[in-house]
């Protein structure tokens, strides 16, 4: 049933979990109402099994951070140290006397990024499963799958905030409550000037009406309003497209609508580790008649290059 339930769903191209044409639509409402009305419990965990796989794949989707950091996949029993780089940008290899600047590759200094836990838990009343249609499951579903993507996204930012607080003029400021395309010049340009362009800016889609009489010469500052399809499908499945400064803009509810961040390439920025696979169980109630499914993984962030890091603070 596992393997059934789930070749019959596919994640569409606004980046929502979908099933795969009418025949798989009647198969999945079949096998609600079929799991809805069994006493069996292996029946209910099978289901369990089928549902929970969905939640874990459809959250990465949903999720805005790691665009920001490299994944590094820790297996269990493995190190997960991570050497303590110090970037050198233009603006520090000067010296009184025109010497040459020895670069030495290699470093004494560690750090042991602490992992976190991330879950989230799906309640399916047997009752609601003999009687509701697909579109329930699909909202409960990505509903998990959105509150996962959210506390991912909550740890990545608090390990930026803290290097970008950390790091002096990396914090700029755009008045009047809206996004000022003069605090974006002012970040590109402080980036230019220490050798870490900036490649991509994260902000919440509220903040593009902002943007809508921006140019960069004769390309506007919202180019996928206009663009063919395959770029407006790309902001909802990937969450980001191309935009002003040639900037990719990454898109999500789950930003502070007062908050931009800005970097460059993820590999220059920090990690994002995850520690072994995603564990998945479920339980089942007979007595309520209540099936309890749920998806955990442990996560970690660290932010080795915060002169890569940048972030604007809308303001009143």
């Known amino acids: 049933m596992e393997a059934k339930f789930f070749e019959l769903l596919t994640i569409n191209k606004r980046g929502q979990l979908d099933v795969r044409g009418s025949a798989e639509l009647t198969a999945v409402q079949q096998l609600m109402r079929e799991t ?8 209910h965990e099978m289901m369990g099994a089928g549902v929970r796989e969905p939640i874990r794949l459809l959250s990465r989707y949903k999720e805005w951070a790691f665009y920001f950091f490299q994944d590094w996949n820790v297996t269990p029993g ?22 040459p600047y ?3 590759p290699g470093t004494q200094l560690w750090v042991v990024p602490s992992f976190f836990e991330v879950k989230g838990m799906l309640r399916m009343p047997w009752r609601l499963l003999k009687t509701a249609a697909w579109p329930i499951l699909q909202r409960r579903l990505e509903e998990v799958s959105d509150d996962m993507s959210r506390k991912r996204d909550n740890g990545a ?24 395309k003069s605090a974006v010049d002012a970040a590109v340009t402080a980036a230019m000037a220490v050798n870490f362009p900036i490649t991509q800016m994260a902000l919440n889609p509220a903040r593009l009406t902002d943007m809508a009489g921006w140019t960069n010469g004769s390309m506007t500052a919202i180019p996928f309003f206009w663009g063919p399809d395959s770029k407006k499908e790309e902001v909802y499945s990937k969450l980001y497209a191309d ?23 993820p590999s220059e920025v920090g990690y994002h580790q995850m520690y072994g696979q995603a564990e998945s169980a479920s339980d089942v109630n007979i007595e309520d008649g209540v099936d309890l499914h749920v998806v955990r993984e442990d996560h970690s962030y660290y932010v080795g290059n915060p002169y890569n890091l940048w972030k604007i603070n809308i303001t009143a």
């Open 36 to 43: 809805g009305m069994s006493n069996s419990k292996p029946v």
């Open 78 to 99: 493995e190190d997960n140290r991570i050497p303590v780089d110090h970037p050198i940008g233009t603006s520090f290899i000067t010296s009184p006397e025109a010497r």
């Open 102 to 104: 020895a670069i030495t």
């Open 157 to 180: 930012k608090a390990a930026m905030d803290l290097a970008i607080a950390t790091t002096t003029g990396h914090t700029f400021s755009s008045t009047g409550g809206k996004l000022n």
């Open 243 to 265: 935009g002003y400064a040639g900037l990719r803009y990454v898109l999500s509810h789950n930003i502070p609508v007062d908050e931009v961040f800005l970097s460059g390439e």
